[in-house]
């Protein structure tokens, strides 16, 4: 029999959290609070299909958007994430810093590649994102958990981390991080910029969240920080513009963005050409801050209707957290109940048929962490549905709590 790669092996069981993960979101019988989308309502399909027809009927532009292209992107949509989404955040890098990915998963792809040996440490948050887990797995790295609070990661920590581990990256999700929600405080990005270059460590912050924000202050990039070159900030147009188009973005000192563009170049050549066109027209075209403020607003009280059920329908002792934006809540449960266990039932009993993100994928400590946890994505559902879904998960969790103490006290 034909032998897979070792690669293959290492990321079992992340690839089995991802799978079950989009397997529930296939099923349209069940409320699925389990992907990080956006709403379908916030999709701009006019626009864009004004904007595509416009593109194929101009001179050069159609046949530009069907070509092949320049491996870093798209002129014009780097220009725009330079203008429009990183230079008004503070990060005062210029075009040739910007590259164009397909999807902001690729990211993390293409970081691995650039500087992940196997067995290379990895220092990420705790709980972190599990398709990112899945990546660095499948390059054979070790992650290390970092003890997170409720300002994001803790910083004494990080440095004792670094000391003990000697890591090859860090790995930050500091805006309404998934799959908390919790951001990370100002003191500690500056620090967490202080410590990449002291320690002269790259670290990767993944910030797909940032500008989807319903109320608080906005916090500048860790990249705004950064004095060294020693951080590199990755974006995505999925939760601002459109997950299917896969279009994503990084920022990075010149060192580091040729090797990226090496990487990128032998992966793919380059990002399909015709969404970059679109992205770029739509907002060229002045059309992203109505979308964007319509997207807050959607999101907003998606966001506080979900807040609001967990309070009304979770049994006592649950603990949430409060995000100011982005599209997760993240819910601890009494210690007694197993949210891995709870989601076959959630998933399947006909009375329920509700899907969330089971707590432990997400924490690679393993040993059982965040087994009474789960994540609560409410961007994708509407907000009775957000509702009705969380009605009757609240339901099944007082069914399980009585059988769970049932079976203890017997
Ligand atoms: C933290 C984080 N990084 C990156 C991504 C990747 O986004 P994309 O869909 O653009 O690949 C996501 C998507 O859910 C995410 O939550």
């Not at 989308?37 to 999709?43: G, R």
């Not at 990661?153 to 981390?161: G, V």
């Not at 270059?197 to 500008?211: A, G, H, K, N, Q």
């Amino acid at each position: 029999m034909s032998k897979f790669a070792k690669r293959m092996h290492s990321m079992e069981k992340s690839a089995a959290v991802i799978r079950n993960l989009f397997g529930a979101m296939n099923d349209p019988e069940v409320i699925s609070f389990s992907g990080g989308a956006i709403a379908q309502e916030c999709l701009p399909v006019e626009i864009i299909h004004e904007l595509t027809q416009d593109i194929m009927q101009r001179e050069g532009r159609g046949v530009e958007a069907l070509s092949y292209g320049p491996v870093m992107g798209v002129k014009d949509l780097r220009e725009v994430v330079v203008s429009d989404l990183v230079r008004p955040k503070g990060v005062k890098l210029s075009v040739d810093n910007a590259m164009i990915l397909s999807g902001g998963l690729e990211a993390m792809n293409l970081m691995c590649q650039v500087f992940i040996d196997p067995g290379d440490i990895i220092l990420v948050e705790s709980p972190t994102f599990v398709h990112s887990i899945e990546i660095f797995d499948m390059f054979q790295a070790r992650c290390i958990a970092v003890e997170t609070d409720e300002n994001g990661m803790n910083m004494e920590d990080l440095e004792a981390k670094i000391k003990k581990y000697n890591p090859k990256m860090m790995y930050l999700i500091p805006t309404f991080q998934n799959p908390t929600g919790i951001t990370l405080s100002l003191d500690r990005r500056k620090k967490a910029a202080q410590l990449a270059s002291e320690y002269d460590i790259v670290l990767l912050e993944d910030d797909p969240y940032r500008d989807i924000r319903y109320n608080g202050v906005e916090l500048p990039p860790v990249k705004a920080f950064d004095t060294t070159g020693h951080v590199v900030m990755a974006n995505s147009f999925s939760k601002i513009f459109s997950p299917g188009s896969r279009l994503g973005y990084l920022v990075a000192n010149e060192r580091i963005i040729n090797k990226l563009a090496d990487a990128k170049s032998a992966t793919n050549s380059h990002t399909s050409i015709l969404p970059q066109i679109i992205c770029a027209e739509f907002f060229k075209k002045g059309h992203y801050q109505e979308h964007h403020r319509n997207l807050c607003a959607v999101h907003r009280i998606r966001r506080d209707t979900m807040l609001d059920a967990i309070d009304r329908y979770f049994p006592e002792g649950t603990r949430r957290t409060q995000p100011d934006g982005g599209l997760f809540t993240w819910a601890e449960l009494p210690k007694n109940i197993n949210t891995t266990e709870l989601l076959v039932e959630a998933t399947t009993n006909p009375e329920v048929k509700v899907a969330y993100v089971a707590g432990e994928g997400f924490f690679t400590e393993g040993g059982g962490k965040g087994r009474n946890c789960m994540r609560l994505s409410f961007g994708a559902v509407p907000p009775e549905k957000i509702r009705e879904g969380m009605a009757k998960l609240g339901k099944l969790l007082q069914t399980y709590e009585s059988r769970y103490s049932f079976t203890v006290s017997s």
